[in-house]
Structure formats: structure tokens, C-alpha cells
């Protein structure tokens, strides 16, 4: 497995990962453009993908500028890997050596995504819009975590 940060290169197989997903499926994959991918990898904030044999089988993504997470999404027959795991602490650990800010993200109600980041570490905090909880998590939980994984 090879957790590298992502490149514009690398977006058309950003988007087909998040066009294949069964929970948390867009209602209109055109909504989110290849534009969008390259801003915010390029401009925003950062991304990330596992690499397995050549290929790309997940991705993640923060927002650097609006403090939250974009995108964490794993190819389908790639599930329960690890590989969401990496990829999730890649990205935090980047994302609390730019800033002790809180981060946020959402995500459908009763979903493995959901229990992944109870698991993880983050706070459920509301709602976000009427279809999905908000999660956050800050620095001092995230650092207390890192340190209870050594």
C-alpha cells in the first residue's frame, strides 16, 4: 500500500472512485466537477491516495481553507483494508502541522463512514443541512489519539 499526495493527474480516477461508492453516492455526479477535484487539491487544501498494484483505490482530501474534509472515499472492493484509516491519518496529521484549527466534516446518518469516524475520534456535534451529522475534530483530541496509538 503507497499513501501518496495526489496529483491533477490523478482526478479522473478521483471522480470514478466517487461515482462507484454505495453509501454517501452522489444524487448527481455532475455536481462535483473535475474543477472542483483540482481546486482543492491544488488551491484549498490538499489530497491523498492509496495506491495498490499500480492503481488508485482511494482518496482523501481537506480543505485547508474552510477547515474540513472533503472527501475520504475508498474504491468498494477495497472496503476494510486499512486503507481508510491511512488515508484519514495521513490527511489529519498534514492538516494539524498547518493549523491547530478545529476540522469538520459531515456525512450521512447510520453509515459505516459515520461509525468510522465515532471510531476514530471525532465529535458529533448536529446536524449539517437537514441529510447529514457534523463531525469535528481538534488538535488536542487529535494529538491525545496519536499518542494513545504509539
Same mark, same amino acid.
Given at each position: 500500500m503507497?499513501? *501518496?499526495?495526489?496529483?491533477t493527474e490523478?482526478?479522473?480516477?478521483?471522480?470514478?472512485? *466517487?461515482?462507484?461508492?454505495?453509501?454517501n453516492a452522489?444524487s448527481n455526479?455532475?455536481?462535483?466537477?473535475?474543477?472542483?477535484?483540482?481546486?482543492?487539491?491544488?488551491?484549498k487544501g490538499?489530497?491523498w491516495v492509496?495506491?495498490?498494484?499500480?492503481?488508485i483505490?482511494g482518496f482523501?482530501i481537506?480543505?485547508?481553507?474552510?477547515n474540513?474534509?472533503w472527501?475520504?472515499?475508498?474504491a468498494p472492493e477495497?472496503? *476494510?483494508k486499512g486503507?481508510?484509516?491511512?488515508?484519514?491519518?495521513?490527511m489529519?496529521e498534514?492538516?494539524?502541522?498547518?493549523t491547530?484549527?478545529?476540522?469538520w466534516l459531515?456525512?450521512a446518518?447510520?453509515?459505516?463512514?459515520?461509525?468510522?469516524?465515532?471510531i476514530?475520534?471525532?465529535?458529533?456535534?448536529?446536524m449539517?443541512?437537514?441529510?447529514?451529522v457534523?463531525f469535528?475534530?481538534d488538535?488536542d483530541?487529535?494529538?491525545?489519539?496519536?499518542?494513545?496509538n *504509539?
Amino acid at each position: 500500500m503507497i499513501i *501518496r499526495e495526489a496529483k491533477t493527474e490523478d482526478i479522473e480516477q478521483l471522480q470514478f472512485i *466517487r461515482n462507484s461508492v454505495k453509501e454517501n453516492a452522489l444524487s448527481n455526479p455532475n455536481l462535483v466537477t473535475y474543477q472542483d477535484y483540482e481546486t482543492y487539491i491544488n488551491v484549498k487544501g490538499k489530497g491523498w491516495v492509496c495506491e495498490l498494484d499500480n492503481r488508485i483505490v482511494g482518496f482523501a482530501i481537506v480543505d485547508l481553507k474552510e477547515n474540513n474534509i472533503w472527501a475520504l472515499f475508498i474504491a468498494p472492493e477495497f472496503e *476494510r483494508k486499512g486503507i481508510g484509516k491511512a488515508l484519514h491519518d495521513r490527511m489529519l496529521e498534514w492538516y494539524f502541522m498547518q493549523t491547530k484549527e478545529k476540522v469538520w466534516l459531515s456525512t450521512a446518518f447510520d453509515t459505516r463512514a459515520a461509525k468510522f469516524y465515532k471510531i476514530a475520534g471525532w465529535t458529533e456535534v448536529g446536524m449539517h443541512g437537514t441529510k447529514e451529522v457534523k463531525f469535528e475534530m481538534d488538535y488536542d483530541d487529535w494529538k491525545k489519539r496519536t499518542a494513545n496509538n *504509539r
